[in-house]
């Protein structure tokens, strides 16, 4: 049994978050664990016409329409790659209190990492608000991905039509 006075807590807090790793072309990047619903295999989806070409489709999950964006086409112009390590990733996304699926590139690791070890980029993008800050670790620099930015006002109304945009 844990006593109070082991330091393990300490100990804990000191390694960090727990992120789940994985790439956009040859960089890392990582979100934290406690935004992420569910880690799935990739899925049919059914296509979303006149939505933007980053959107990928939607899904049923538990009852609910899920619509997923590729963040591949997002952040890079190409569709992510059929491999065994891309995934289907169920996150939080809260402005619409909804679940949003990201289909992700070798998300398939997870790392601890200290928050207070990520500094800003040095780079701010009004196209990519979902950027967020870097670190260095053994698998060279990890950038976070704030979910929060991923969808900009008019694409949350088209994929969760009547959740208002008071965020």
């Not at 990928?56 to 569709?79: K, N, Q, S, T």
């Not at 809260?94 to 928050?115: H, N, Q």
């Not at 870097?134 to 009547?162: K, N, S």
Request: aromatic share 6%.
């Amino acid at each position: 049994m844990h006593s109070p006075g082991t330091g393990q807590t300490s100990v804990n807090r000191e390694a960090g978050e727990l992120y789940l790793l994985f790439n956009l072309d040859r960089d890392r990047y990582a979100l934290t664990v406690h935004e992420v619903v569910e880690v799935l295999p990739l899925r049919r989806l059914k296509a979303f016409p006149q939505a933007p070409a980053w959107v990928a489709g939607g899904f049923e999950y538990r009852g609910a329409l899920v619509p997923v964006i590729d963040l591949l086409v997002r952040a890079c112009g190409r569709p992510a790659a059929q491999l065994t390590s891309t995934r289907l990733v169920l996150v939080h996304y809260r402005p619409a209190s909804r679940v949003l699926g990201l289909i992700l590139e070798k998300a398939s690791d997870t790392l601890r990492l200290p928050t207070s070890a990520f500094r800003d980029s040095g780079l701010a993008s009004d196209e990519a608000p979902y950027l967020g800050a870097v670190q260095g670790c053994a698998q060279g620099l990890v950038q976070r991905i704030d979910v929060t930015g991923l969808l900009p006002a008019d694409v949350c109304a088209l994929l969760f039509p009547g959740v208002d945009d008071a965020t």
